[in-house]
């Protein structure tokens, strides 16, 4: 019974958590943060990337883990089909500009495709009500790497040009989430 309720109260935490997240409607906090490109860096505006259309912005824990590899390379192989519904993609974690260099032009996940953006601080990713946990002692990525950085709650905005949240999606599987995600912007066309 004992395990019942763990796994009970468990799930009603991470749950309660999901929620927490700033949701349709609500203003979306405007950020500048570096970010790459195909390994490159330049420096990211969301109050100029939404003068273009709609913005995907999309917390994960860290790159180069196994459900973060999934999402980015879901969003590579679909990128065409966010330009084409009008909107762009911007990833967000609390990884170094260093280690996402690696991740945006990792022909594996990001691909040269995927812009992502470093909060080593966890303040733009706590402007959006998310929680950030501390990562395990010990952790490391997919290639070995030590993970040196806490971990962003996964969820996935999309802003409207007039920097409201149309959606928040959340509480799924990567893959779902890219899904949902596109879903989403295509039905703003």
Known sequence: MNKVLI????????NLQAYAALQPGDSAPNFQARASLAGEEFDFSLDDALSQGPVV??????????????????FAVNMESFV?????VIGVSLD???RLNDFSSDPEYCAGKLAVASDVTGDIT???????????????DTRGIAVDHDLAERITFIVLPDGTIAETIGGISPLENVQQSLEA???LQ
């Open 185 to 187: 912007v295509q039905r």
């Open 126 to 140: 706590r402007s959006y009500d998310l929680a950030v946990r501390q990562r395990r002692d010990g952790m490391t």
């Open 84 to 88: 084409a519904a009008g909107a762009s």
């Open 7 to 14: 796994s009970f109260f468990c799930y009603i935490a991470l």
């Open 96 to 98: 170094s500009i260093e």
């Open 57 to 74: 912005v999309y917390f994960y824990p860290s790159a180069f883990t196994r459900g973060c590899n999934i999402q980015a390379h879901e």
